[in-house]
């Protein structure tokens, strides 16, 4: 089991981001060596379930995370180029894994069990060393889970006052 990602943009601190900072078309040809890690981790959400061959709906998804927050990551430690954004992107989401971090202090995935909002936060904080933020569906089920990173991409603490979920 796993989280899917949605992507990787800088921010300004101020819950406000920058976007769109080149005018670079997005290159499928550029991701094709990682295109199976990018369809298994990082599927367009609208895609999903479609009888079809979601490649060229994942591919739509991929333009615009790369047009609209990868032409901002470009010079940031290892991103020099669209490959690299993918890649470290990936990387990223391997090194600092919800599901190992929750697992370690046995919170998983259920039908019939729940778990405090700050067990979830701090299970992550506790193994990785940054507070995540947590965002939740209707229900109060978990539906994102957000990681935040310095401009070195280390994991720091995400602001405080972002989580989308109800304590309990």
């Given amino acids: 089991?796993?989280?899917?990602?949605?992507?990787?943009w800088p921010t300004n601190y101020d819950g406000s981001y920058p976007c769109t900072c080149t005018n670079e078309a997005f290159n499928l040809t550029a991701v094709k060596s990682i295109e199976s890690e990018l369809e298994t981790y990082w599927p367009s959400y609208k895609c999903t379930g479609q009888e079809n061959d979601d490649s060229?709906?994942?591919?739509?998804f991929w333009s615009?995370?790369?047009t609209k927050h990868g032409t901002c990551a470009l010079g940031a430690p290892g991103i020099t180029d669209q490959f690299?954004?993918?890649?470290t992107t990936l990387a990223l989401r391997t090194k600092y894994s919800a599901v190992a971090a929750l697992?370690?202090?046995n919170?998983?995935?259920s039908d019939h069990d729940s778990y405090k909002l700050d067990d979830v936060k701090n299970a992550f904080k506790s193994f990785y060393g940054g507070t995540p933020e947590v965002w939740c569906d209707n229900d109060n089920n978990i539906s994102s889970f957000v990681s935040c990173y310095d401009t070195k991409l280390s994991i720091t603490d995400c602001p405080s006052d972002s989580d989308?979920?109800?304590g309990d």
């Fill in 1 to 8: 089991q796993h989280f899917t990602l949605h992507g990787l």
């Fill in 64 to 66: 615009h995370e790369y």
């Fill in 164 to 166: 989308k979920c109800s």
């Fill in 103 to 105: 697992a370690n202090s």
């Fill in 84 to 87: 690299d954004f993918f890649q």
């Fill in 107 to 109: 919170i998983v995935p």
């Fill in 56 to 60: 060229p709906c994942d591919a739509s």
